[in-house]
């Protein structure tokens, strides 16, 4: 169990913002509907525009090379449609790991429901729902999702566990967590499964700025937040473990599991590509 903190009056603490004894906000807020809608219109604006261009230029290629038909038209037509409405996104945000033209403009990306980075099946999933609901409908179903929908998500957002957050300076500059060297052996066992997405994200960012707190306020805010983690945790930390300690392994241990997992990922997606390009038993390559 994590000490007691000494005695004072529990405070109230939502999910998304937490204010500190000192006044000070853990922000962990969504982006805001009117700022979503202009990094999309930005971001929709280059691929539309990308779109347009390139199928006048691949048309009018096809038309000169002597090959022209309606059915090889239909083709260059649909694959620049496909590259634009599907592999451009899907890219850009891998790539860029959240973040896109627009976004840079705005100061936001996009990240999963406990602030962690996206992964490849949530750009594919947030990618082909953005080809109905911004495409399709020129944006409108997604602006109505934002803005009914906690956090302003887009029906992307919502199957893919992902929204959008305000790119907070010094947020991504901030040191890396590392993992307490008393608490390594617990940490490697306990089962972190539980612990709520929301919470780890309000945790991480505590952690990354208590230096900068006052003391008190800054260890009413440990024991507050262990607190709310420790019934997630099983077994629970050793008696006597600085709460900050503890929210630090936890979040670590979480955070290493998480790398095994898509480090996984991408070996077997590096496998599957390898097989593709393989060729059949028994063919032999050209000469």
């Not at 809608?37 to 691929?47: E, F, N, P, Q, V």
């Not at 050793?238 to 955070?255: D, K, Q």
């Not at 290493?256 to 390898?274: G, I, K, P, Q, V």
Request: glycine share 6%.
């Amino acid at each position: 169990m994590v000490d007691e903190p000494p005695s004072s009056s529990e405070r109230m603490m939502t999910p998304e913002l937490m204010i500190t004894g000192e006044a000070v906000a853990l922000e962990v807020a969504p982006a805001s509907v009117g700022v979503r809608l202009l990094s999309g219109a930005i971001d929709y604006s280059i691929y539309a525009g990308g779109l347009f261009l390139t199928s006048i230029g691949a048309v009018a290629l096809v038309e000169t090379s002597g090959f022209a038909s309606d059915a090889l038209v239909l083709v260059v037509l649909s694959s620049m449609l496909a590259l634009w409405v599907v592999v451009v996104p899907l890219a850009v945000e891998v790539l860029s790991r959240g973040r896109s033209a627009g976004r840079l403009v705005v100061g936001t990306r996009v990240v999963r429901d406990d602030g962690g980075a996206l992964r490849l099946r949530h750009s594919l999933v947030r990618v082909l729902l953005a080809s109905v609901e911004i495409w399709s409908f020129s944006g409108v179903v997604a602006a109505v999702a934002c803005v009914v929908t906690k956090r302003g998500k887009r029906l992307g957002d919502l199957l893919a566990g992902t929204y959008v957050v305000r790119d907070r300076p010094g947020t991504r500059d901030a040191a890396p967590l590392i993992m307490p060297p008393e608490l390594a052996q617990w940490a490697g066992q306990a089962d972190l499964r539980a612990l709520p997405g929301d919470l780890a994200l309000v945790a991480r960012t505590f952690l990354q700025r208590a230096s900068t707190m006052r003391p008190e306020a800054r260890q009413h805010l440990a024991y507050q937040l262990a607190a709310r983690a420790e019934p997630y945790v099983s077994p629970p930390p050793p008696p006597g473990t600085n709460p900050e300690r503890f929210l630090a392994a936890a979040l670590v241990a979480r955070r290493d599991r998480e790398l095994f997992l898509e480090l996984r990922d991408r070996r077997s997606d590096e496998r599957a590509l390898h097989a593709l390009e393989e060729l059949p038993h028994e063919i032999a390559p050209p000469r």
